[in-house]
């Protein structure tokens, strides 16, 4: 009975010795908003397809790469993107690119709406360097098809570099921010170029 008593005492002591469990953190893109376009550069619907990655990179886990890693990308145990950053960048497209008027109607493919066009796409890259400075890099490769005959209107990969404040995770989701918006920035011109001629 003493044995049984001690052990528990010593268990509990070492709980306490040890201190609380780290708890999670979790983050979510909200980057600036893009400069509204005159006019729609897409006549119709435009539905923003969910975004495709690798395995690793689809899950909530803020991935890294340190300098002692070569091409090793490792994952952050304790900080998570709020989703999937498949989902949580095909919102914030969609939000954006509607914010900026770049269609009459921008939806997502949840919405199962019948889409004049469609922008789809993949993540390259999501993820934190801190091989010398710390930064945060973004890589999309997208591509816009008008659904009635099936055309190519446009494809390109968009990579954005961002320079983080410090070495922290706040500091590397800001510069996430930051290079989304640079991207968006692009994309609304690229979709503006495409006026007239879709």
């Given at each position: 009975?003493?044995r049984?008593?001690?052990?528990?005492?010593?268990?509990?002591a070492?709980?306490?010795?040890?201190?609380?469990p780290?708890s999670?953190?979790?983050y979510?893109?909200?980057p600036?908003?893009?400069a509204?376009?005159?006019?729609?550069a897409l006549?119709?619907?435009?539905?923003?397809?969910r975004?495709?990655?690798?395995v690793?990179?689809?899950?909530?886990?803020?991935?890294y790469r340190?300098?002692?890693?070569?091409?090793e990308?490792?994952?952050?145990?304790?900080?998570?993107?709020?989703?999937s950053?498949?989902?949580?960048?095909?919102?914030?497209?969609?939000g954006?690119?509607?914010?900026?008027?770049?269609?009459?109607?921008?939806?997502?493919?949840?919405?199962?709406?019948r889409?004049?066009?469609?922008?789809?796409?993949?993540?390259?890259h999501?993820?934190?360097?801190?091989?010398?400075?710390?930064r945060?890099?973004?890589?999309?490769?997208?591509?816009l098809?008008?659904?009635r005959?099936?055309?190519?209107?446009?494809?390109?990969?968009?990579?954005?570099?961002?320079?983080?404040?410090?070495?922290?995770?706040?500091a590397?989701?800001?510069?996430?921010?930051?290079?989304?918006?640079?991207?968006?920035?692009?994309?609304?011109?690229?979709l503006?170029?495409?006026?007239?001629?879709?």
């Amino acid at each position: 009975m003493r044995r049984a008593a001690a052990a528990a005492l010593w268990l509990v002591a070492v709980g306490c010795a040890s201190g609380s469990p780290r708890s999670d953190a979790y983050y979510r893109l909200e980057p600036a908003a893009p400069a509204a376009l005159a006019r729609p550069a897409l006549p119709g619907l435009l539905q923003v397809d969910r975004l495709r990655a690798d395995v690793i990179t689809a899950e909530r886990l803020l991935l890294y790469r340190a300098g002692d890693a070569g091409l090793e990308v490792r994952r952050h145990a304790y900080h998570q993107w709020v989703d999937s950053p498949t989902l949580m960048l095909q919102v914030a497209l969609a939000g954006a690119l509607r914010g900026a008027g770049v269609a009459q109607t921008v939806v997502t493919s949840d919405q199962r709406a019948r889409p004049d066009f469609v922008l789809a796409g993949r993540i390259l890259h999501l993820e934190r360097r801190l091989d010398g400075a710390p930064r945060a890099l973004l890589e999309l490769e997208l591509s816009l098809t008008r659904e009635r005959d099936r055309a190519l209107l446009l494809q390109r990969v968009y990579r954005e570099e961002r320079p983080a404040a410090d070495a922290g995770v706040p500091a590397a989701v800001a510069a996430f921010d930051q290079a989304l918006a640079a991207l968006v920035e692009r994309l609304v011109a690229d979709l503006a170029g495409l006026a007239g001629a879709t």
